[in-house]
């Protein structure tokens, strides 16, 4: 019992510190209670180096948990407006999309047969429902597979989306202090998809999306086949096939780990995880020591690198390691807590630096010039208070406009 208390809070310190720092290397899972079970009723953790599973972190069957109102923070209980979901588990009816918001350390989730937006608290694991909106205003008590929400993903500017099995639904939801959910309506199939439409319930069901460094989402479906989703002009555009699973295999839940590869899971094939290379959509199975749970959805904070110029910064990364660069250049404090931070400069040329810092997306938000003089020399840099809390880029260039020195920077 002991290892057990300490391998879970081993999980939940990497998830909420440790992380936060650099690339996810773990997904939440939504799982069954049971290790061969189908009912999609259990929250797990994911270790996705080791393949080590933590035990279960939320029973969603549990009809003892109480459930708070994410606007009052009250029981639903003590609401008017919300009292028919007193009692009512957080997981009920299955749960088949959820998706991880890194900024405020919440899972959110929908079941799929009722029309409601939750969340997790994963400090406190306190369960919140959305009682004053519908999520995506279906009458799904019908339980028409395609009006189901499968696929929910938090894009890296804290912005949530969910999009039902039909691709009738585009919803988006916002993950600050006050929710709103917003119906943008259906997607559009791009006629240079060949015919195969994301409407089309053969092909494009089930699966999961997520999001990249370009303002698109990637749906992957049970099917596999591949649709990326312009957000602005909601077109879904077939990019591909992931080839080389099995044939019964159908893809349920999909992450970005952090090499940048995306690992899928299945709610059918028990023996399996795959990770998937989205330079050729080519699978390979994911190697662990212990087996797996199937799983029926997965999330975590990733984005998929699609951009040549990020996919530049993570290589310049670790050329810069091989040359030791962190002994010349080295960022404090990280985490930045106060909208300050120092750039320091030890044994480094003298001469005109730039010093620039960019979000997930590339974009630059702030660039400071700096006149390298000496050694140890230290360059006090403010961050508009107005910026997004996240994760940053630094990058320091020289006169030659050749950058020399790239490090993740946590904003808290």
Known sequence: MRKNLQFLLFFLFISITTMAQKADRFAYAVTDL???GAGWNALRMLNTQTGEYSEVLLNGTEVKTVAYDATTRK??????HASQFAGQ???STGVAAIAYDRRNQRLYFTPMFIDQLRYIDLRTMKVFYVTDQPFSNIDNSKKDQGKIVTRMVITPDGTGYAITNDGDRFIQFTTG??????DL??????PASDGLSVHNSCTSFGGDIVADDNGHLYI???TRRVFKVNIASKVA???GTIKGLPVNFSVNGMVV???GKLMVSSAQNPDAYYLVDPADWKAEIYQTSSGIFRSSDMANGNVLFTKSSNRLKEISIVQNRDLDLDNHIQLYPNPVSHNTFAVRFNNLQVGNYRVELRDVMGRTILHQKVNVMGNDQSESININPASAKGVYMVQVINEKNKTIFSQKLVVQ
Not at 177 to 182: D, L, M, P, S
Not at 185 to 190: E, Q, T, V, W, Y
């Open 34 to 36: 049971k290790g061969d």
């Open 257 to 259: 780990n952090d090499a």
């Open 177 to 182: 202090k006050k929710t709103v959910i917003t």
């Open 185 to 190: 309506g259906a997607l559009i199939d791009d």
């Open 220 to 222: 992957v479906t049970a």
């Open 237 to 239: 555009t077939l990019v």
């Open 75 to 80: 029981p639903v209980s003590e609401i008017n």
């Open 89 to 91: 588990p957080a997981f």
